[in-house]
């Protein structure tokens, strides 16, 4: 898990009207819910992308959640909000991402956000979801995607990648981004906020990174937080956060730290795009479990093929821990938090 280069940024990368056409589509269509319930049913699942070895034998899912809340903009080629569409299918986000690689060709993947307030992060560190050929979140659950990437049975399916992340944190009370561009087994680097429209460019789907904890430390706690917790739009450019019709939380905008999230998948030559597309090349479940027991079976495991391998809780924490991978260091600036 190495980045093909090392993060890169580039300041004041959204003009001033395109930021005010995304701020003003995420107040304006909310709720929004909290990253881990759009994207985990278990502790299992959670822990196949983010962390792995030295958890709690007794943790739970509730044990990592913040208020760390997404919503998602554009993915797959289709833009959710015409407002963006100039951004979405831009020439300058698919661009700027093709450079990472040398790309000549690439199509706009996902646009998403990612907003909090002074927040814990109880991320050990994670790497995003990568896109396989017939395999990718519009289809695959992302914990089984998480192990097709740490295995590294499946790299010559794997599709390049490269996301542009542009920060909006007006706070230097901590809030920083850790990552591991020598892999998760070597030393941390980080970027220290603040952060204004500051873009990174960077390898995401093949580099284990973070958000670190941020604003006031006496406002990180959130009594009544649970999966179910969304966040609205409130007045004079304050975001409350409630369960149902009770607000846990509100807080305003200098306290706010907000990720504009994108994602492209990249293509050498025509033959690499006709592939994807034409899938003449592809992946199915079928073949990926067999390959995943076939070679834990080769290195001594026994394992039992479940019925149901996509929902087998036991099969998931066998996968889980056979494939486990996860930093062990981190920056003296930005210590992991635990409950």
């Known amino acids: 898990m190495v980045p093909a280069a090392p993060p890169s940024l580039i300041e004041d990368f959204y003009t001033p009207e395109e930021i005010s056409a995304l701020f003003s589509v995420i107040r304006e269509n909310g709720p929004w819910r909290l990253i881990l319930a759009h994207h985990f049913s278990s502790t299992e699942e959670y822990l196949a992308i983010s962390g792995g070895k030295d958890r709690k034998p007794d943790a739970k899912l509730s044990d990592f959640v913040a208020p ?21 299918f831009g020439r300058k986000l698919l661009d700027t991402a093709r450079s990472l690689h040398g790309a000549k060709y690439g199509m706009a993947h996902d646009l998403l956000f990612n907003l909090c307030g002074p927040s814990h992060s109880f991320d050990a560190g994670h790497f995003d979801t990568a896109v396989f050929r017939g395999m990718g979140l519009f289809n695959t659950p992302i914990w ?8 590294g049975l499946f790299d010559e399916w794997e599709v390049k990648s490269a996301q542009v ?63 179910t917790s969304e966040l609205y739009a409130g007045p004079d450019g304050e975001w409350s956060i409630r369960n149902g019709d009770e607000e846990i939380r509100r807080f305003g905008d200098e306290d706010m730290r907000m990720l504009i999230h994108y994602t492209a998948l990249l293509f050498d030559d025509l033959s690499e795009v006709r592939r994807f597309q034409d899938h003449t090349d592809d992946l199915d479940p079928e073949k990926v479990f067999g390959m995943l027991i076939e070679d834990m079976r080769s290195q001594g495991t026994d394992v039992v093929e479940p019925g149901d391998p996509m929902n087998d809780a036991a099969f998931v924490a066998k996968l889980t821990d056979f494939y486990s991978m996860s930093p062990s260091r981190y920056p003296a600036e930005a210590p992991l938090d635990a409950r």
């Open 165 to 227: 992340l542009t920060y909006f944190n007006k706070s230097d009370i901590d809030g920083g981004f850790t990552y591991w561009p020598d892999g998760p087994d070597r030393a941390p680097a980080r970027f220290a906020a603040p952060f204004w429209n500051t873009a990174f460019l960077t390898d995401n789907s093949r580099m284990y990174h973070r958000r670190e904890g941020n604003g006031s430390r006496d406002q990180r706690d959130y009594p009544g937080l649970d999966l």
């Open 68 to 88: 760390v809340f997404r919503g998602f903009l554009g993915n797959d080629g289709v833009v959710f909000y015409p407002e963006l569409h100039d951004i979405y």
């Open 144 to 151: 089984l995607l998480a192990i097709m990437s740490k295995c």
